[in-house]
């Protein structure tokens, strides 16, 4: 029978306990985890022997910081896997420290995939340094959401103050599916609520689709449970969440007025967003190829630029020696212009050209340079023409 991995927790808190538990269950492998709250108690544990992989939280209680215990247990057990887990106010390790470092540090928030691949190799006897930094597999296609519906931010806050009143908690916002806060009160509690905002976004998608499978107008309600804060999260519709900060004492005890007035207040705030609220215009965005030439990186050819000129045929002309060349016969290009014919004298017909109306004397008189000399052309008259000068010249007919 195939003996399965044993790993060891260490946090005084039991929350790191819970996180990797619900870990394994989500890889869906089966360990045997050992809990201990202490440094005494997990170094007993390693000297018995059998164990593949510590997790430990940095902070270890009573000064005790994790970074030690992993030196102590290094010197019982050089083999065994060792994690250190920071929470967000914990120290920041550079570079080289975590290199040098005979354990894996990680800090919130966590890096969902990276622990999954660190906690794999933990287990399977593999290189938890190398998993760190190993690349996490994502599909390559990605999906639009399309646009957050807009939302009328007074009425919003006229909502929050019913809220403010009728819960009471630390600080409450309105918060989109892209990590953008519409509006809020968050002037107390010593939290990072911009961040806290994106992180509750992240769940927008899976809310949409999973509405795919119930069918309708999906409404959910989430609980954190935390030992510094307890947080509601409540869907307004797809792309808007309602979120609740209480104190981290007693926070979880408000779920039932959570459950009447937040979500009372929560289907306010979808009123003010119409049926938009629900409306998802999705699509899959491809990642483009590296080779696609875009229309914009085109380089234009200026006329200063030199291009390459098409070679043209070259015609017969043939040499001094009155041979001819072997070049290719240049095209005969045919006019396309209509080529007339002279006509003869014989068959000119000024009846025919003219419809009959021609006075053949007044038309001699046209091309006749004594009637050009006859006229009275001096300096006054220049320009003009008498009645007399017109009938000559044949531009008005004598008979009128």
């Keep these: 029978m195939v003996s399965l991995p044993r790993i060891m927790t260490v946090d005084p808190t039991g929350n790191i306990p819970a996180q990797i538990r619900a870990a394994f269950e989500l890889m869906d492998r089966l360990v045997v985890q050992i809990d201990v709250p202490g440094p005494t108690e997990a170094l007993e544990e390693l000297q018995r022997g059998g164990i593949d992989a510590v997790i430990a939280a940095w902070n270890l209680g009573d000064g005790t910081q994790?970074?030690?215990l992993a030196a102590k247990l290094r010197q019982v057990d050089d083999n065994v896997s060792i994690m250190l887990l920071g929470d967000y106010k914990d120290t920041d390790l550079d570079d080289e420290m975590r290199e040098q470092s005979p354990f894996v540090y990680l800090k919130r928030p966590f890096d969902i995939p990276q622990l999954i691949n660190v906690?794999?190799?933990?287990?399977?006897?593999g290189d938890i340094f190398a998993a760190v930094n190993a690349p996490t597999t994502s599909s390559g296609t990605k999906v639009d959401l399309g646009p957050v519906p807009a939302i009328n931010a007074d009425k919003v806050d006229e909502v929050m103050q019913g809220v403010m009143y009728d819960l009471n908690p630390i600080a409450a916002m309105v918060t989109t599916r892209d990590g953008a806060v519409v509006t809020g009160r968050t002037e107390l509690g010593d939290a990072d609520y911009e961040h806290m905002a994106r992180l509750v976004g992240t769940s927008a998608e899976m809310n949409i689709n999973m509405r795919d499978v119930i069918g309708g107008n999906l409404q959910t309600l989430q609980l954190y449970d935390g030992s510094d804060f307890d947080i509601f999260v409540l869907s307004v519709g797809l792309h808007h969440f309602l979120v609740l900060v209480f104190d981290g004492k007693d926070g979880a005890s408000q779920i039932g007025a959570v459950r009447r007035y937040g979500s009372k207040h929560a289907e306010n705030l979808i009123a003010i967003m119409g049926p938009a609220a629900f409306l998802v215009q999705r699509r899959e965005v491809q990642d483009e190829p590296e080779q696609v030439v875009r229309r914009s990186d085109r380089s234009a050819k200026y006329s200063t630029q030199e291009v390459?000129?098409?070679?043209?045929?070259?015609?017969?002309?043939?040499?001094?020696?009155?041979?001819?060349?072997?070049e290719e016969d240049?095209?005969?290009i045919q006019s396309a212009m209509p080529q007339l014919d002279a006509i003869a004298d014989d068959d000119f017909d000024l009846d025919s050209l003219f419809g009959g109306d021609l006075d053949d004397a007044s038309a001699d008189d046209l091309f006749s340079l004594?009637?050009?000399?006859?006229l009275d052309l001096n300096e006054k008259k220049k320009g003009t023409a008498s009645m007399e000068d017109a009938i000559n010249l044949g531009i008005l007919d004598g008979d009128m």
Excluded at 370 to 374: F, I, K, T, V, Y
């Design 330 to 332: 240049a095209p005969v």
């Design 308 to 326: 390459q000129q098409p070679e043209l045929a070259r015609a017969d002309l043939g040499n001094s020696n009155g041979a001819t060349t072997q």
């Design 119 to 125: 906690l794999k190799a933990a287990i399977d006897g």
């Design 370 to 374: 004594d009637a050009l000399e006859s």
């Design 66 to 68: 994790g970074w030690e």
